[in-house]
């Protein structure tokens, strides 16, 4: 049988009252109390009839707009649950910042969205039946890219790389879409002129366990780019020496779970901290893992060697020791943002942007 279709008249109808009084029940829009018998009767016939009030109605009844949306899709796992995304240190400083710029400068809501079938039409359509804009961070799925193409709504790529990547076919899409993008790998190196400034000339690079030989995927890319990025600096300096060690792999890809790899790397090699004068970090976990092996051998960052970290992660604002971080330029990066976001909004149809963000060297304090 067909399955009828539930309403506040199927529920006013069985729970014999009137349309009015289940929607000023639910709406609680009543002016005169309802009786607690008439309460439960309607409450007991949607229990009943499994109904639930869609949010569209409830506007509509209240006289209310519903509240214009971005959507944010982690690209390399567009399947990773939101509360999961929202806790990951690379992106959840970025959807901090994000979410405050939008809520304050445009009034728009931020929504985290996943996609469990990245290969299926209809559920891409249905994740992006009511945005206004979509953000993407990391490689661009092509049917992802196609429906938005189709629906006109605007796409706007973040990475932390300038090479960009996609997944899937994207012709006859165009580049119809505003990339912006920080260089981690310029970070590393903005970090190496920063210390050798200071004096150093003998440096040790650690790098993630998610190197790209072991991982080639997501993590991969950013810890390559970090790693190049150090080298190069270490070849332009011709009176510079310096070591890359990795802490292993524990197919954990819990961020964290650096910490403590990168602590039990120099327990097993506590001599790669004799001798240095700098230890730069593929970021900030990787070096309070440093910092705490270093302290647990009589060693203190930033007396007996400088040490730095990157990405300048809120979770540890308030961690000992202090130590350099870089960063992107997150002020200049949301800013930049909403105005691409009114830009595409208003209609425009000049040329899409590629927009390099800076970064920045930030003393942890």
Known sequence: MEERKININTIAKAAKVSTTTVSNFINGTEMLPISQDTRMRIRSVMRELNYRPHIGGVLMRRNLMRRSKVGFILGDDCACPPLHVA????????????????????????????????????????????????????????????????????????????????????????????????????????????????????????????VKDRRPEYYGFDAEAKLQGFLRALKAHSDAEGNVISPRNANDFNMFREFELTRELLKNEPAMLTNVDAVICHNDIVAHGVASAAMEMGKLPGRDFQLSGEGNFREFQYWYPHFITSSADYAELTCRVCELIELRRSGATEDFREIEIPTLLLERS
């Open 87 to 210: 806790g990951t240190p690379l992106v959840s400083r970025l959807l901090v910042e994000l979410e405050h710029a939008l809520d304050f400068r445009l009034n728009l809501g931020l929504e985290i969205l996943q996609i469990k079938d990245e290969d299926s039409r209809s559920e891409w359509n249905a994740k992006l039946l009511d945005l206004d804009c979509v953000i993407n961070f990391g490689q661009i799925n092509g049917l992802m890219f196609d429906t938005l193409f189709r629906r006109n709504v605007p796409l706007i790529e973040i990475y932390s790389a300038k090479e960009l990547r996609m997944h899937g076919d994207v012709a006859g899409c165009g580049g119809e879409f505003d990339f912006l993008y920080w260089r981690n790998d310029r970070q590393i190196g903005q970090l190496f002129d920063h210390f050798y400034a200071c004096g150093a000339r003998r440096f040790l690079f650690i790098s993630s366990c998610n």
